[in-house]
């Protein structure tokens, strides 16, 4: 089955202070990994995806298929960053698993 | 705008209405879902159109019935409310052969009394 955990529920940093928000993963394919983001009451917004391996708004994340992880990492980070976080997982396309499972999600909270 | 639409975004209704909740992408993407987001933020997927043909139905009560006239739009119907179905409900789109990156709409918060 698959499944994605992310362990913490909140987490609490200064501004300015490094950010890492854990995800791991388990899936038997070949994964699509993306980490989404929500402000407050707001859509859904795709933050990033693996296989674009880009930095969007400061904030990279690289699969590691030997630790099945995605963790999400910002160097600095800046009190509009606060929101709610979710990692999810698809199969990539072709293999009919066209479908995002979610993580419980990370409320992150920068405080000035 | 290209983007996910759904309406209304707000619902208050009673316990056993009936209600509906509509969705319209102009993206021009083939596969359009449902999700719902519960009171402890957590997201799963309820259904999945591809093309007007359900493809993933999320073993959800059958009071809840998607309906997709077309690929453009994908409508959730839900008989019988009940107060466990107070939840927001994300309507989302992608194009099942190119990626599945998806765009999720505004969302519909729906609040059963």
């Known amino acids: 089955a698959q499944r994605v955990t992310q362990p913490e529920k909140l987490l609490s940093v200064f501004k300015g202070a490094p950010v890492e928000l854990k995800c791991n993963y388990s899936y038997s394919g070949s994964p699509e990994l993306f980490w989404y983001v929500q402000y407050s009451r707001q859509r859904l917004q795709l933050l990033l995806r693996h296989i674009s391996r880009e930095s969007i708004k400061g904030f990279t994340a690289d699969l590691n298929k030997g630790e099945t992880s995605f963790h999400l990492k910002k160097p600095f980070a800046q009190e509009e960053d606060s929101a709610m976080y979710y990692c999810a997982l698809s199969g990539v396309p072709g293999t009919g698993f066209q479908k995002l499972v979610f993580g419980t999600g990370t409320r992150l909270l920068v405080s000035p | 705008d290209t983007a996910v639409s759904q309406t209304p975004k707000y619902l208050v209704t009673q316990m056993g209405n009936d209600k509906s909740i509509k969705c319209e992408q102009n993206l021009g993407h083939d596969t359009m879902y449902w999700y719902k987001q519960d009171s402890k933020k957590f997201l799963k997927i309820m259904f999945s159109y591809n093309n007007k043909e359900l493809i993933i139905n999320e073993t959800v009560p059958n009071r809840f019935s998607p309906k997709s006239p077309d690929k453009a739009h994908l409508n959730l119907h839900i008989n019988s409310l009940e107060l466990g179905d107070s939840a927001v409900y994300f309507c989302?789109?992608?194009?099942?052969?190119?990626?599945?990156?998806?765009?999720f709409g505004p969302g519909t918060r729906l609040t059963v009394l």
């Open positions: 989302a789109s992608s194009q099942a052969d190119r990626d599945y990156k998806t765009f």
